[in-house]
């Protein structure tokens, strides 16, 4: 039977996967970024097709469930997949700039963070455009898109924020836990629970949240580029607070404290 590896052996394992994540060609951070952008709108159809077919039929209880069953393999597409999701990328890459001892590694964080983000709405948008085309959809799904993108960007700000926090907290908690188990097996199912505790809370990522708003505005939902930018703002510093701050901060006290104990 395998050990569960220690604080500071998952520790080393992500300083391990951040000098990987941080150390790839722009080519590399492009494409698998761009990749990353597409597969999260795999999950918002899948989301949207099945409450729209639920819905009529069980409710609005039961549609909500079967949605996020449905959304969670997105998340298993991009860990199988090793792509480059925004805010999944924060642990790992955090964990090898403290392990350097010259440097903070600022330019190369700024580097991969901000191309991930650029790079999963290009690819995402091109993706929500082709299948914006008319005939594409099955029935319903166009007014649960809408209908979804309404709910996002008319939610209260706080609320917003508090639902940015635990989103962001989700999503860098698995990057942590996925160092922390062998098999691919265990990785599958780690980001399907993940996938489907983010879409049952409606707990918010930011990518995840503007393709959300993007498809319901190409599909006609009556949102302003103003009120987008306000819901991208507030949800990426929840997610900055949560991920970084609840998951990644509170991980590297935990490896410097098991450290410090082991001299």
């Known amino acids: 039977m395998a050990v569960a590896p220690d604080p500071i052996e998952i520790f080393d394992r992500a300083i391990e996967e951040g000098e990987r994540r941080l150390n790839q060609s722009m080519l590399e951070l492009v494409s698998t970024s761009f990749i990353a952008g597409f597969t999260v709108v795999f999950g918002i159809v899948a989301l949207g097709i099945v409450e729209a077919f639920v819905e009529p039929r069980f409710g609005h209880g039961i549609a909500k469930i079967g949605g996020s069953l449905a959304f969670g393999p997105a998340l298993v597409f991009l860990v199988v997949g090793r792509t480059e999701l925004f805010s999944e990328n924060f642990f790992d890459p955090v ?144 997610n900055l607070v949560g991920g970084l701050g609840l998951v990644t901060l509170t991980h590297v006290a935990q490896w410097k404290g098991a450290r410090d104990s082991d001299r």
Do not use: C, Q
């Open 95 to 238: 964990a090898k700039a403290v392990e350097d001892d010259d440097s903070w590694l600022v330019g190369p964080l700024v580097r991969l963070w901000s191309v991930t983000f650029a790079l999963n709405l290009a690819g995402g948008v091109l993706f929500i455009a082709i299948l914006s085309v008319d005939g594409v959809l099955p029935a319903g799904t166009t007014d649960a898109l809408v209908t979804f993108a309404h709910e996002f960007v008319h939610r209260k700000t706080s609320a917003e924020f508090a639902k940015g926090i635990v989103g962001g907290t989700l999503v860098t908690l698995l990057s942590y836990l996925l160092e922390a188990v062998n098999t691919v097996t265990s990785r599958i199912v780690l980001a399907y629970i993940v996938g489907v505790l983010l879409t049952l809370g409606v707990f918010d990522h930011v990518i995840v949240t503007m393709l959300h708003v993007v498809f319901g505005m190409v599909l006609g939902a009556n949102i302003g580029l103003g009120e987008l930018a306000v819901t991208t703002g507030v949800v990426t510093a929840g």
